[in-house]
């Protein structure tokens, strides 16, 4: 609480971010803005379901704090495999790949916020990451390699940014899971389900300056069936070039 002494204790810090988000929203805001809702609303449960909370969100970057740090791990592949399978019905410049980081830690807790090297490191560890990809700390390797079914590399010891100390680090094989993620993506495309298209509503209100409830509108619709995994919903991009 406000005025307390800060609380310190070890937790678990998972840091992430899009790949070429300025450059996505420079093409199209709007359509980018409600894609990263969709991703967010689906990718959201995972953290929550291990555990997770989410201390802050800056845009397209996230932080979030983990009592286990296997938890953290299993959200991350989690979050990955999903973006893998959404990421593989969308046109490849509008797709969205996530890089994260994975530290454990002594952070500091004060206004519902965290600080400390522990933060740090993590979002540190999420610059080196590739897109689609997981780089954690040698104790975070330490800690799961026996807990979680999962290959890791090596990716060597490493200077970070502003932290005094060179650290081991090592990513997670995400190959295998995410070339199983596509296949499934391309199994629903293939499927029955057919493909949606939500075409541009109109303003009928002889208002131009209600313009935007008819294309917010539009765009809330996509972003819901967006969420609908067995669904392929086609962009915005893809819909609005019908507009008027």
């Keep these: 609480m406000a005025g307390d002494q800060p609380e310190r204790r070890l937790a678990a810090i998972l840091a992430s971010d899009i790949v070429g988000y300025s450059r996505l929203m420079s093409e199209d805001e709007n359509g980018t803005l409600a894609s990263l809702k969709a ?3 689906a990718t959201d449960p995972l953290i929550l379901s291990h555990g997770g909370r989410i201390v802050k969100s800056t845009g397209d970057g996230l932080l979030v704090e983990f009592p286990s740090v296997t938890e953290a791990v299993l959200a991350a592949i989690g979050i990955q495999r999903t973006m893998a ?13 996530l890089r994260v980081g994975i530290n454990l830690g002594d952070v500091i807790f004060d206004d519902d916020d965290v600080f400390g090297d522990g933060v740090n490191v993590a979002s540190r560890l999420e610059a080196l990451a590739e897109p689609g990809g997981i780089c954690v700390s040698a104790i975070v390797h330490q800690s799961v390699k026996n807990n979680v079914q999962a290959s890791f590399l090596p990716v060597g010891r490493q200077q970070l940014k502003n932290i005094a100390e ?6 997670v094989d995400m190959r295998g899971a995410n070339a199983q993620a596509l296949a499934r993506a391309a199994e629903t495309v293939e499927s029955e389900y057919a493909a949606i298209a939500v075409m541009p509503f109109e303003n009928l209100s002889g208002d131009p300056e209600q313009e935007y409830f008819a294309d917010g509108l539009t765009e809330d619709i996509i972003s819901a069936l967006s969420n609908q995994r067995e669904l392929r919903v086609l962009s915005r991009n893809s819909t609005f070039t019908y507009k008027d």
């Design 166 to 171: 060179a650290i081991d680090v090592w990513r």
């Design 85 to 97: 399978e959404r990421n593989a019905v969308l046109p490849e410049d509008r797709r969205m790949a």
């Design 39 to 41: 991703h967010r609303n």
